[in-house]
């Protein structure tokens, strides 16, 4: 329950990273939420900063504290279990994306969340939240270009991680590579805009950097209905790049960059183009830019909005999440050279 004298849900964060401070920064936003206690590997002994949030070096030490609310910013491998701990000790909880390295823990975390209806749980898809990405949903359900034709999607980067011996390289740990760790937020949008896919095809490779995961995952992702989504998600990209273009019967929805923590996707823009009555390739169009990044904050003040006063998580359900893993791994599947490849290194 929450702390009645101060009105204010006690929140815990598992891992204190780059991404457990940031989640810090915002959370702390919030009238109704105050973090209390942190805990990750980085420290060797319990203490207290100055500004009396207590720190663990594990989240068991940490959950010996009295919380109303979970967050759970940790690797993949550990991040079911963490998530798991904190629901049966009546946690609402927040789990970052992937929510696990695989869906075996995907589904051991809905197990979970089954016996405790009462509690909430959320993940951090945080794309869903940029303003360029709102503002292409609500055309897209306006219903004023028509019908979607196609979607064209790139997300990359540069390197999968920076150092060799990151957590990220081994599949054992990570479950898998760039399109597990960064690619997840294309497969989650083409998802929102057009909703589930019937036909995967796949080429998936790690040719380049040699890792235990891939660097490189090309999918042709189909709907029922017909419209065809292609995905590049890469670790060879050099300059960070992301680029989600919408074909639509009357226009098309163009979105390029993203704002991000690093900076380093450019500008997040929006073009809008309208189908003209001439072929002449030139067609109207507008362009939005944004410069403010409210996402992480929205996201999070959904979620306290849903604790606080039983309202439904609008996005980032264990549903989503679920739904966006299984397509994550059929792409995988897909490819029959991966998925011989790793169904011998599971049985070595």
Request: hydrophobic share 35%.
């Amino acid at each position: 329950m929450p702390n009645k004298s101060e009105n204010r849900l006690r929140v815990g964060i598992a891992g204190y990273g780059v991404v457990g401070k940031r989640r810090h920064a915002f959370i702390d936003q919030h009238p109704r939420l105050r973090v209390v206690a942190v805990c990750d590997q980085q420290f060797s002994n319990r203490g207290e900063f100055e500004s009396g949030v207590r720190f663990y070096p594990n989240y068991t030490q940490m959950l010996e504290e009295s919380l109303d609310v979970l967050f759970v910013c940790l690797p993949n491998y550990i991040a079911p279990e963490v998530t798991i701990a904190g629901l049966e000790r009546g946690l609402h909880v927040f789990g970052e994306k992937p929510p696990a390295k695989d869906l075996a823990g995907m589904q051991a975390i809905i197990d979970c969340e089954r016996r405790h209806p009462e509690l909430k749980l959320k993940f951090g898809f945080n794309h869903r939240y940029h303003d360029s990405v709102r503002d292409a949903l609500r055309i897209i359900e306006s219903g004023e270009l028509g019908e979607i034709v196609n979607m064209r999607g790139v997300y990359g980067k540069s390197a999968i991680i920076s150092f060799e011996s990151d957590w990220r390289t081994r599949r054992g740990e990570a479950g898998g590579g760039i399109l597990l760790d960064q690619g997840i937020h294309m497969v989650d949008l083409m998802r929102l805009f057009a909703g589930e896919f019937a036909d995967v095809k796949s080429f998936v490779s790690n040719d380049f950097w040699k890792h235990d995961v891939e660097d490189n995952a090309y999918a042709l992702l189909r709907t029922q209905g017909g419209m065809v989504a292609m995905l590049h998600s890469t670790a060879t990209q050099w300059r960070h790049t992301f680029n989600l273009e919408i074909t639509l019967s009357r226009g098309a929805l163009l979105l390029s960059g993203i704002l991000s923590g690093s900076k380093s996707y450019g500008q997040e823009r929006l073009a809008v183009c309208y189908r003209g009555v001439s072929d002449s390739g030139n067609p109207r169009e507008t362009t939005t830019s944004y410069i403010e990044d409210n996402s992480w904050r929205d996201e999070i003040f959904e979620f306290a909005d849903a604790v606080v006063n039983q309202a439904p998580v609008v996005h980032g359900t264990s549903s989503d999440a679920l739904r966006t893993m299984e397509l994550v791994y059929r792409i995988y599947s897909a490819d029959d050279d991966w998925r011989r490849k790793f169904e011998l290194l599971d049985k070595s």
